[in-house]
């Protein structure tokens, strides 16, 4: 039985899900860079950089210092960018990128918590639009992402309606919790990150998956369960009864993965920078 998770449950609890190297294997906005490429967005070299970002993102972790660059990078980066070429691009790609990377130890962990009777529910830095169509293929009840403004030419304004991240995610379970009636004391949570600290700190069983070293340290000080995700798998073959979003919901992802790619793209140039 995975994570300690227990056959039962009271009403009204829930499972919170970070998303990127929690439940699927990569970047879920990094994932998007080839299809970005192809699509005219960026160049050969961004789409080079991006590549090299997703090794950093796989082999470590990002400091608060680090995040709060990348999202004025992303901002800068993204304004003016037509939205609807973004989610053309991402209608025709999202599911074939993503499906293949979830965790099948987080999809079997999804399962047992809906079993139990709990919600589940997905807290990530990514963008809304593309959180909530994966979402939509785990089988989450809900979830909470970061929110881009999209003015009324269709292009990004280049701010941020609403940043997931740190103490804004704990903010937010606090806040579902109170209007869905959870009991955080018998909920569960589930990252890979130190940032996500308060998040965990807010339920009564958190989880440390693939941590980074930071978060290992304080999961084993505390003795929070650490465990282990590497077998990705595809999910129409995972969970064959969920089947794929429909296409207008894939178009919709395409604001969130292309803004968060650009944050994560800055972060490649100054990696490149520092050991230059």
Known sequence: ?????????????????????????????????????????INRRTALRTAYAQFVFLAGGLDHDQMERMREYLSALCRGWNVQQVKEIVAETLHDLIDPIIYDEAASLIEEHHTAGRDVVIVSTSGAEVVEPIGELLGADRVVATRMVVGDDGRF?????????????????????ESEGYDLDRCYAYSDSATDLPMLETVGHPHAVNPDRALRRE??????????????????????????PPRPVLVAAAIGAAAATAGLMWYANRRRGSVA
């Open 1 to 41: 039985m995975l994570g300690g998770v227990d056959s039962h449950s009271l009403p009204r609890t829930a499972a919170f899900f970070d998303l990127d190297k929690t439940v699927i294997a990569k970047s879920s906005t990094l994932t998007f860079s080839k299809s970005f490429y192809q699509g005219g967005l």
């Open 157 to 177: 304004t280049g701010e941020v309606e609403y940043y997931a991240y740190g103490p804004t995610k704990a903010e937010a379970v606090k806040e579902l919790a």
């Open 219 to 244: 999961a084993l000080a505390r003795g929070w369960p650490v465990l282990d995700f590497h077998r990705p798998v595809r999910l129409k073959q995972r969970l064959p009864s969920l089947s794929a």
